[in-house]
């Protein structure tokens, strides 16, 4: 068993946004990864475009809402809610509200 304590892992905060990835390459032959992001309100990630993956995205709010397009579609997500999002299908979300949106994340190559 590995234990990581999410306030203690390093963070990839190229921007506003502070994304931790709490397991990776070292797990599951590099097919899964694991992590957190937290979103301030006003930010889009991507900043512009869509972006798509090439593995399976599954999330969880924690805490805030966003607004997310993925397959053509919009939706609003919020705290309480799970999403599952196809490998290579494009996607983007906006933190349209006005406090942090807390996320919890797992990419599953198939």
Request: glycine fraction near 10%.
């Given at each position: 068993?590995?234990?990581v ?8 905060q190229?921007s506003?946004?502070?994304m931790?990835?709490?397991f ?5 032959d590099?097919?899964t990864?694991f992590g957190?992001?937290?979103?301030p309100p006003g930010i889009r990630i991507p900043a512009?475009?869509a972006?798509s ?7 969880v709010v924690?805490?805030?809402s ?8 919009e939706?609003?997500v ?9 490998a290579g299908e494009?996607h983007?979300?906006l933190?349209?509200?006005?406090e942090?949106?807390e996320?919890?994340?797992?990419l599953?190559?198939?």
């Amino acid at each position: 068993m590995e234990i990581v304590t999410i306030k203690d892992a390093e963070a990839d905060q190229s921007s506003d946004v502070i994304m931790k990835t709490l397991f990776g390459d070292n797990v599951n032959d590099g097919r899964t990864r694991f992590g957190t992001v937290m979103i301030p309100p006003g930010i889009r990630i991507p900043a512009q475009g869509a972006s798509s993956h090439d593995a399976d995205e599954y999330s969880v709010v924690l805490k805030g809402s966003i607004v997310t397009m993925s397959g053509g579609k919009e939706y609003r997500v919020t705290s309480g809610q799970a999403t599952f999002i196809p490998a290579g299908e494009a996607h983007w979300c906006l933190n349209d509200g006005n406090e942090n949106c807390e996320i919890i994340w797992v990419l599953v190559k198939r």
